[in-house]
């Protein structure tokens, strides 16, 4: 097997793997269990850079405009990860794998943004420096970053490996590179931890990051897509008319 056939068996989504993923991954799209032999996958350094295109209309160099600032990307890393996440529905935690791509955007005055792309949307986040900080243990239900602030329940928590990247960073990535995050909402933002961990586990490099969620809509007026903008306007005009007929039709 090489990197090449990393395409899911069942309904031939392309799939990102890592070493965490041991000899088995399960298809996020189909949910079907895929074998495969690591050892053989990294018998090469070299990776497809095809197997890893953007997903959508962001790419490095595109420029785009958030608060107001003009911004560069500048790089990209793709991450596969383990995520436990809460379902407010069920009111409990589930564990599936995801994968995800985070942009590097720099702005007009050297600040950085993260911007991050998935199957459910987009979201970007920023450094900030919390009055409480903490790194949670596995498990933990409930944080906060704020003094005075009541304990908010932990929306994600996460393994991520990076699969591939592109681009320039203010550090040096590499394929393998394994790190944890948690993660919660309030006032309409998400706020995380993040920390990288060293091979032998240790922690080291922890950042916390406020996270504004976009949506595609958001996402293709920062870069000025117009012809999705369009798509996004159609799609609304087109919701809003179904829900006036469904009403006058009950009415």
Not at 80 to 87: Q, T
Not at 212 to 236: D, K
């Amino acid at each position: 097997m090489n990197i090449d056939a990393l395409r899911c068996s069942s309904c031939d989504l392309p799939l990102r793997v890592s070493p965490s993923d041991g000899a088995q991954i399960t298809c996020p799209g189909c949910s079907a269990t895929n074998y495969f032999d690591w050892d053989e996958l990294t018998k090469s350094d070299e990776v497809d850079a095809t197997k890893f295109k953007p997903e959508s209309f962001i790419a490095l160099g595109k420029h785009c405009t958030f608060q107001s600032k003009s911004c560069q990307v500048i790089g990209r890393i793709c991450k596969s990860s383990s995520i436990r996440e809460w379902d407010d529905e069920d009111r409990c935690y589930y564990t599936e794998p995801w994968s995800y791509d985070v942009w590097l955007l720099v702005g007009e005055n050297k600040e950085y943004y993260y911007l991050s792309e998935d199957a459910e949307g987009y979201s970007i986040s920023e450094s900030f420096t919390p009055t409480n900080p903490q790194v949670p243990e596995p498990g933990t239900t409930s944080m906060t970053f704020f003094e005075d602030e009541r304990p908010q329940r932990v929306l994600e928590e996460a393994t991520a490996t990076t699969v591939y990247f592109e681009g320039e960073f203010t550090w040096t990535p590499k394929v393998g590179d394994v790190s944890k995050y948690f993660e919660y909402s309030l006032g309409g933002l998400f706020y995380s931890v993040e920390w990288s961990l060293k091979d032998d586990g240790a922690i080291e490099e922890i950042e916390f990051f406020r996270t504004i969620p976009l949506t595609r809509l958001h996402a293709a007026e920062m870069f000025g897509e117009e012809s999705i903008l369009e798509e996004e306007r159609q799609s609304v005009l087109a919701t809003e008319n179904a829900k006036k007929w469904s009403k006058a039709f009950f009415l």
